[in-house]
């Protein structure tokens, strides 16, 4: 199996900084996609970002700009440096991952979800 360890939430101020960190560990062959949902209290969640296996990245539209998605390969990890953070990113932020892992070609796999919160 495949786990991932999300760290860097918080409370800061709009405006302020977080960088979440996300370390895939396990069973793990390779690694394709890697990514960040949030899902907001009483909302659906949302892909906010994602870096395939070339470092081509997505954002939703509402953070273009002001986050910024990377990985280190040698590391498993993904990171999401946010920048100018407003009360509207308030969430619960998930790591995911695409793996192929001794069981499985590919599969998704998800971390336990690390509090973001925007106040003043």
């Known amino acids: 199996q495949v786990q991932l360890v999300e760290s860097g939430g918080g409370l800061v101020q709009p405006g302020g900084s977080l960088r979440l960190s996300c370390v895939a560990s396990?069973?793990?062959?390779?690694?394709?996609?890697m990514g960040w949902y949030r899902q907001a209290p009483g909302k659906q969640r949302e892909l906010v970002a994602a870096i395939g296996s070339t470092g081509s990245t997505n954002y939703t539209d509402s953070v273009k700009g002001r986050f910024t998605i990377s990985r280190d390969n040698a590391k498993n990890t993904v990171y999401l440096q946010m920048n100018s953070l407003k009360p509207d990113d308030t969430a619960v932020y998930y790591c995911?991952?695409?793996?192929?892992?001794?069981?499985?070609?590919?599969?998704?796999?998800w971390g336990q979800g690390t509090q973001v919160t925007v106040s003043s």
């Open positions: 995911t991952v695409d793996a192929r892992t001794i069981t499985t070609m590919k599969e998704q796999f």
């Open positions: 396990g069973y793990i062959f390779s690694i394709y996609a």
